[in-house]
């Protein structure tokens, strides 16, 4: 079999455990001692036969990511680690509406743990633990704060 084939093969192998990015499967080429231009072969005929997208990749990714509670910050970060362009990810910052809900949801599951957890913790430190939480996970604070604003005004901390 010839080298073209094999990391073909290889790269399948790749896929086959979850989606991936172009420049993630040419650096894994490189990586088990493919030429360049057999790597970069290899991409062109899987992106060509459709198995390879950047932006298929961008949407499952980030939809796994949002399974873990991960927020914008974390998973751009990620993203570009795995090589995907700046003008991809900064599509991902448009869907502000999927974050701010996945934002009301952590609050409300985090406050109602919190109060269960011990009647004796004051709001203050639930809200703060609350921040602590979701900066952690890569939410933006404007976003957080607003989030926490309209969970209080709407009385959902009773």
Sequence with gaps: MDKFNKALKYSFILLKY????????????????????????????????NYLNDEIFVRLFTDAALEKNWGPLKIVCKLKRLGISENLCKRLGRQNGVFNEK??????EKWRHHKEQSKKISKTTIQQKIIQYLTYKGFMYDDIHRCLQEFFESGGEE
Excluded: H, P
């Design 18 to 49: 979850r989606a991936r990015a172009k420049k993630e499967i040419f650096t894994r080429l490189k990586q088990k001692g493919y030429t360049e231009s057999c790597s970069k072969n290899v991409v062109k005929f899987l992106e060509g036969n």
């Design 103 to 108: 934002i009301r949801d952590i609050i409300k």
